[in-house]
């Protein structure tokens, strides 16, 4: 599990090979193709890390997969968990290079080549 702090608060995240799955369902939209396309303005790339954030944050504190898969699509689930987070550090390059850093690690090849 790794933490992601905004502000005084804590927020555990735990990305995993659902994450992406959940994104595209909350979002209607791949997060890889998101991630790369560099048409996307930053104001909604920044809003793409938020809900990024809150995937990540749903699944460290629920680990049923059924209700991963409800509250992906719950928007008030979403929109209680940002009303509680500071929106000046939110909206910060550090804090979404955090966000990105916790997903990215978890998709980097932890193999070496055998070349």
């Known amino acids: 599990m790794k933490y992601i702090k905004i502000g005084e608060k804590e927020v555990a995240v735990r990305p995993s090979c659902l994450t992406p799955i959940l994104f595209k369902r909350k979002e209607k939209k791949d997060l890889l193709v998101i991630l790369s396309d560099e048409s996307i303005p930053q104001t909604d790339k920044l809003q793409y890390m938020v809900s990024l954030f809150y995937i990540m944050a749903m699944q460290a504190s629920c680990k049923d997969v059924n209700v991963e898969f409800e509250k992906a699509e719950d928007e008030m689930e979403f929109y209680k968990f940002i009303d ?24 980097k090849a932890s193999s070496k080549s055998k070349n």
């Open 84 to 107: 509680e987070l500071d929106s000046t550090v939110l909206y910060s390059d550090e804090v979404m290079a955090d966000i990105l850093k916790a997903y990215v690690n978890t998709t």
